[in-house]
């Protein structure tokens, strides 16, 4: 589906009185020198993207690759025209979990085609944002390449923000008194860490080589931006890194804290044993069966046998307590 | 043993009117200016070989290693030609299990020879897949090359794939409330990623260098293609290393349920002894043979002090219910 | 908030009469050949770093990074300054925490400006240490530069100093006999540990290039003085690397330990079970009802009864001390 | 001691008429333009390597290496000779213990001299080998460099055979229902993998040079062998790490099995002792001395009694055994 | 404290009649072409490190490194001289601890101050062995730097054979049938490790540089005495790595074999309660008042009971030593 498609000239949309939004060719023609077109695409069927590919000359495999997604995040060069892939992240809060989408840029000297699959990840902001910045979006293409990775690597952040909020919350619930069953819910962190770092660390090569200016059809006063970029994104890598490492301790202090408990529970289970275990003993000593037992004929034998009963319980009640088992 | 040979004219297979099968030196001789020969061979003898060597030319150290495979990928150059080794693997759905075979490509200037070990990996489908796709045939020698590292790699992406699917059902095993042995199942996995890493990683070299155009013999506008192969091993190797993350840290998990069911264990067992304990404790006062006990001369003492066994049993239940042991 | 500001010549603070603090543009007026100014700022507004902006004529982008602060330590070159980030840490005793800061400086051929976030790390003690060494103040902004780095990489190792300290505590506490529940205070540890590192890595980079003399905007004698603190800083790195192995062997050490407490808690308790239950045989044994048990007959065959009793837990006792249980 | 010397001339022994074995001076005056002289020495005394020192005219520091052997792997230069120092390795059988020498070789122009350390790794199979094979040895004192490098690394294929059995033995051990003790064979093969990589990482330099022909003193037309030679090397690299990485794996299963085991014990032992446990209830119920208990008055109200407790008995071995405890 | 100064001239130690131990300045004067000067400090007082500075031109930041010690190894250059800082171990058998200390060395083409800290690590044996070999002395100050560098690092073999025996000690300690604490003596090897590790790693570079010949001021023709010393450095380094793998295996062994103890243990215990609690049950049962059990009437039924009962206990013992439970 094209989502939108528009004339850019000196940093402004330009109307294009008799353009149809779907008919490409018509709107490449108007785009005089120094002008370019953006085409958006939000999973676009098999001849969608053929007849982009047609009109704007792109590539065979890269053209497969945009049509297919499920790619690593890369940067290549086929012949005129750059390819840009990159993952979109974005945390889905009634689940607690991270979602992952792709997008696909073609950048040529007078175009730019955005290619975008899965739900989230709109690019419209980066639209709205670039048009109301009129200097930036006179960089050329190269800006709306600046914009979407600018905008990506944003929800980046939010999503590592997100994860670092659910670290924190493991933890206190891994150090908390109660007894929580922690292990599925790092796991679960774990993984999703693992999706997260397979977004951002291929990325960060692509997006090195746009901050020094390397990559020929990037203009290179954009580098600075480029720079900016890579930067939020070796950040990220090192937030989720981070957090890698503490949840790793976090499970380690998990299997800690079962093992303690199971030894307060055995203490704990030990003292029951004792009050009811002392008691008994008194019980068969005044139930043998001598002839001889002096107790037995007291008046108050008995009530005596339950004091003494209840007095052999408080005694292992008391060395209990005082061990702390209780 | 020889599986096929044929000809190659313009990205054509051509038929060699008086061509035996076997009689490669003859195939050969009809190879014209830009023609080429290819020839299959499975699992073949060493005289089979010692011929193919003596028709193409081929350096002694890279037969032997054909010969007896078992070799790591690596590219070679030898003299005029290139020898490249490349290891097969697929999934055996029967015993969940990855199995490995080899394949060995000789190329020259008008031929390739590819020597395949193992059940799988049959060559014949990249065969037929170039032969019906002229125009990357017409690329020469070069695309046999891309045929075969393409069809290796995509089946390595197929074995990945089934992994993630042992992987998760691991995981659904290790976080299922029921008591499961997992420890056997991830250590077998663990072995079979270990078994796809060392036939993915030493490829990685190889496939960088001819897709970045850098191996003398293969034609540079063959690079793109490569390094849609390199790319695809690249995913792969990253799929193993996550997995083989997930499931140590899946093993962690494991252990940390075994404790904590050995926890659960431990207090329901101690519950269970309460529930005897108690009315035993019960059972030992009336057993008491004081004299003066007012209700062994009731007349539903017993009925009395079976009650009062129960209650303790009851009280102990409840107990232990509202601390979550039963 | 405008902290200080100040004029600079030939390595001496110059008072500049008719100079109000925060008429920046004035006092860089002032400026001649080889004077340089000091802006100092703590947590600016918008417009206060905006105006200081304007006067220097700074990059946006880095303008941006120097208000919002969170930033990685990173050096840049904005067109003729240069932007180095730095975080700053220090060691709050009352809650044995590190706690982080951040400086920002802005380097040109005139000026420098040095923006600081967070309670800690003043830098009015870099101004006075440097304004008493006229001869190192002399080497112009690059000086400042200088100045600032040191102060803040040795609050790093003051900092190391710390965390050594209570790795040491923590290492007491697993070997001491007490139990002590040392999981949080490791994770802890481990948590800080990660933010030190989190400082430090990320300046290594620029320091080196700094004390490679590479920076152009930096004089090339300066180099030693960066050398020194590009060496302090990755003595920090190693002894925060260090440490953070130390704590995953100390905690280690205190899952074992707490299995070795369960150890000889299951084994005491085995012992105190023997204590109560050998008697109880005794008493079951008198219990019994035969009419042809002599004991029972005897005179003294209830004190002999309970004599046996105790002697059988004393020999359970016994035992249980002979084998280190009790 | 001198094990052999002779010498080869176009890549054949020549019999040298008037030379006693220990004579190196005359041998090497009998060596014409391009033959060479190759000594070999076991386990030599100071005064006999002086001798083949002054001979050949070999570098102090080298010499003393090759008196003292215990280097590291490495290949130098000294002025016209190289250096090359391997660890040989051997599998004993009776010990499953993997034991290690050391060969160290001298290559000049004209000459080559071996001296071996320790038990295993003779040299004379290599010398048998060659001088069958006068093709090779043709190439000069480099084909011996070559054969004994070749051999070397062979054994060491060898022992990481046997490492790949011993480490499938415990394997199985891990995993069978038995209860074995494998934390001592684990730490055993542990150490034995720790002992092959010592010999085989620092060899991977020398021979990648080698390989390389980057060696000058090494003619570059026996590249491809010494690459063979490097190829091996890191496949048994390889194959080391992953033993490694496995026996982790197994470690870890092994503890969890050992955890296993326990919990299974644990029951066990709960429904063992409720086997006892509920009919001594019974027992108790019955030993109560109420006047009013109709049971006690039965006929046969004792083997009635008996039944209950068999009956109690039998209902938590039911139990027992459908929870799978028994 | 200036421990010796000397005057050396064509590798020989030079009287020079009117020079107190002291006057340095004078010392030097006596210095011709090729001559040099040795000066050795341990722990200089500030002033006497300033005097020796004043004489012979050093660098400020280097002298404070010097005075204060605790610098990481490094080599650096300061205008005309070399600045090199070593760590240097020992190893202190009472304690089996090792101890550091720190040399500290200036070099300029005709002077050597080596500067001591600590107790340990005394150069008069450097000084002493140079004296002896004149030939290597001829080398000028650079033989002095190779002659400390080879002292220090022998010192840090010596100290690795000794860390390598208590791992030694350890191993056998944890794989004793005996029951050990081995976590604090582990946890101390480890760190001992990490301290060798802090003085061997940073050390490797500096002597890399060395042994290429690639520092101004030290002669080419030294290179390959560092290239031995850099060998040794490296060799020191694998055993640390080597040993801290094998301890942190050996830990997880110690910590599976409390786990095996605990699971011998209460299996043991649990025999023992079945063989208290078999007889117990027999009491009960003939501790119930039936009126009609015809073992109370028998004559010898209280032996038969007391019969029944070890054979209870018996048959629970012979079950349990069965099972290898005792």
Not at 277 to 301: D, I, K
């Amino acid at each position: 589906m094209i989502v939108d498609s528009a004339l850019y000239r000196a940093g402004q949309r330009v109307d294009v009185a008799d353009h149809s939004p779907g008919d490409l060719r018509a709107l490449r023609a108007c785009a005089g020198e120094g002008d370019f077109v953006w085409v958006g695409l939000h999973e676009p069927t098999g001849p969608e993207l053929e007849e982009v590919r047609a009109v704007f000359g792109l590539h065979e495999l890269a053209v497969e690759d945009a049509l297919h997604a499920h790619q690593r995040p890369k940067l290549e060069r086929y012949d005129d025209s750059l390819f840009l892939v990159l993952k979109t992240l974005w945390y889905v809060d009634e689940d607690d979990a991270v979602e992952t989408g792709e997008v696909n840029l073609f950048l040529g000297a007078d175009f730019v085609v955005t290619v975008r699959h899965g739900h989230g990840g709109s690019l419209s902001r980066s639209r709205r944002d670039l048009e109301r910045h009129q200097q930036v979006l006179a960089h050329g293409p190269a800006a709306v390449f600046y914009a979407v990775c600018d905008q990506v690597v944003d929800e980046y952040e939010a999503v590592g923000a997100a994860l670092e909020e659910d670290v924190d919350e493991v933890e206190a619930s891994v150090f908390s008194p109660e007894r929580t069953d922690d292990a599925a819910r790092i796991y679960t962190l774990k993984r999703e860490l693992a999706e997260v770092r397979r977004a951002v660390l291929p990325l960060r090569e692509p997006m090195r080589r746009l901050a020094g200016g390397e990559v020929s059809g990037v203009a290179g006063e954009t580098a600075p931006y480029f720079r900016d970029v890579a930067d939020h994104l070796q950040r990220v890598a090192e937030v989720v890194d981070s957090l890698d490492a503490l949840l790793s301790t976090a499970f380690d202090a998990y299997v800690a804290r079962v093992q303690v408990q199971q030894n307060d529970d055995m203490r704990r289970i030990s003292a029951s044993v004792g009050l009811i275990a002392a008691p008994t003993l008194v019980g068969s000593v005044y139930g043998m069966n001598f002839e001889q037992m002096p107790e037995l004929g007291w008046r108050f034998g008995y009530p005596f046998a339950l004091a003494v009963m209840a007095l052999s319980s408080l005694v292992v009640w008391l060395v209990a307590r005082r061990a702390g088992w209780l």
